[in-house]
């Protein structure tokens, strides 16, 4: 039995005070430092992207774990790879299968942990051809686009879809999930069987952000 893991979104932090930030949850024991790269085509918003990336990868003492919601993914992965991603996360959506396995393939081939992400309306069944390939594997439980929106209900139940296709597969990636998770959804999706808990509000827009990321993962974990 593993303790389940938190990865603060670093889209809902104070971006002005980054540094602190980072430092806050690192020093709280967050597993993963999530960035959220949207680039206004996959998704309507537009966040943060590479010189980001490479201005944390020096600094971090955790691993960066990088969520693509980007068209054409396969065109920036080496990029990513460049600036210092730990791990990053490829949309089933964004790219056509023989694109999106060798873009997992490539991350992988560099040392960098692979993951695949279908968004709410997206089949678990279009992970089967690439499951062999991911490290990890993301279930989106808002659409993806912004921060700070409710958990979709019965999004447990496509963790469990996934947990139960890895198992009949002989697969163990982990399992991650994305959107509107907190106190109350954390012990939903982590008995279906997350093993990363992505929070962004959760944590970063707590009065005490060290506490929400222990009060998390205590809820998750009983
Ligand atoms: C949504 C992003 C999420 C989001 C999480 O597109 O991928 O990582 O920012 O934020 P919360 O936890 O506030 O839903
Ligand atoms: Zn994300």
């Not at 691993?63 to 949309?91: C, R, Y």
């Amino acid at each position: 039995y593993q303790p389940v893991k938190i990865a603060p979104s670093i889209l809902s932090a104070d971006l002005m005070a980054l540094k602190e930030e980072v430092d806050l949850i690192t020093a709280a024991g967050a597993d993963f430092i999530h960035v959220d790269v949207m680039d206004g085509h996959f998704v309507p918003n537009l966040t943060m992207g590479i010189p980001v990336v490479k201005q944390l990868a020096p600094y971090a003492k955790i691993p960066l774990d990088v969520h693509l919601m980007i068209a054409n993914p396969d065109k920036q992965v080496p990029w990513f790879i460049e600036a210092g991603a730990d791990s990053i996360t490829v949309h089933a959506e964004a790219v056509s299968v023989p694109h999106l396995a060798k873009a997992l393939e490539e991350i992988r081939m560099a040392g960098v942990k692979s993951a695949a992400s279908i968004k709410p309306g997206t089949d678990v069944e279009e992970l089967a051809p690439v499951l062999h390939l991911v490290d990890m594997v993301l279930v989106m439980s808002v659409e993806p686009g912004f921060s700070g929106q409710s958990y979709i209900a019965g999004s447990e139940g496509k963790v469990a879809a996934v947990a139960q296709m890895c198992e009949a597969l002989g697969l163990s990636p982990l399992i991650q999930v994305d959107g509107g998770i907190g106190l109350k959804t954390a012990p939903l999706v982590a008995a279906a069987g997350a093993d990363v808990l992505v929070c962004g509000n959760a944590v970063f827009k707590a009065e005490d952000p060290a506490a929400a990321i222990r009060d998390i993962r205590a809820v998750a974990d009983e």
